[in-house]
C-alpha cells in the first residue's frame, strides 16, 4: 500500500494561488482513482476534486470549479491540485486519497480506502 504524502499547503491571501502535491511513496496511482477532499473546522469532509490515474477523466465540487485544477505528472507519480482565485471558505485541511485499483469514479470519501496525513490551507480575507 502506498504511503500518501501531500504537500504545497499554507497561507495565502484572498484571490491568491497554491499548488498542493499528493505523492505515492512506496507504490504507484495505477488504476486507481486519486481524490482531493478537504475539512474545515466543524465541518465534515468535502469532495474538491478526483481524476482516474489512467484515463485522464476528472470531477470537480461545483465550489471549485473554474478557481481549482487537478493534474498528475506520470513520471513523478504525484497528483497536484492547483488552486487559483481562493476565497476564505477554502480554508481547511486539504486531503489527498485513493480507491483500490480498478474502481469506478467516485466522488464519496468512503469509496477512497487510503489517505494522507493532510496539509492546511488557510486564506486571509
Known amino acids: 500500500q502506498a504511503q500518501l504524502v501531500e504537500s504545497g499547503g499554507g497561507l495565502v491571501q484572498a484571490g491568491g494561488s497554491l499548488r498542493l502535491s499528493c505523492a505515492a511513496s512506496?507504490?504507484?496511482?495505477?488504476?486507481?482513482?486519486v481524490g482531493w477532499f478537504r475539512q474545515a473546522p466543524g465541518q465534515e469532509r468535502e469532495f474538491v476534486s478526483a481524476?482516474?490515474?489512467?484515463?485522464?477523466?476528472?470531477d470537480y465540487a461545483d465550489s471549485v470549479k473554474g478557481r481549482f485544477t487537478i493534474s498528475r505528472d506520470n513520471a513523478r507519480n504525484t497528483v497536484y491540485l492547483q488552486m487559483n482565485s481562493l476565497k476564505p471558505e477554502d480554508t481547511a485541511v486539504y486531503y489527498c486519497a485513493t480507491t483500490r485499483a480498478l474502481s469506478r469514479m467516485t466522488t464519496q470519501a468512503n469509496g477512497f480506502d487510503s489517505w494522507g496525513q493532510g496539509t492546511q490551507v488557510t486564506v486571509s480575507s
Open positions: 481524476t482516474h490515474w489512467s484515463g485522464g477523466v476528472t
Open positions: 512506496g507504490g504507484t496511482f495505477n488504476w486507481k482513482i
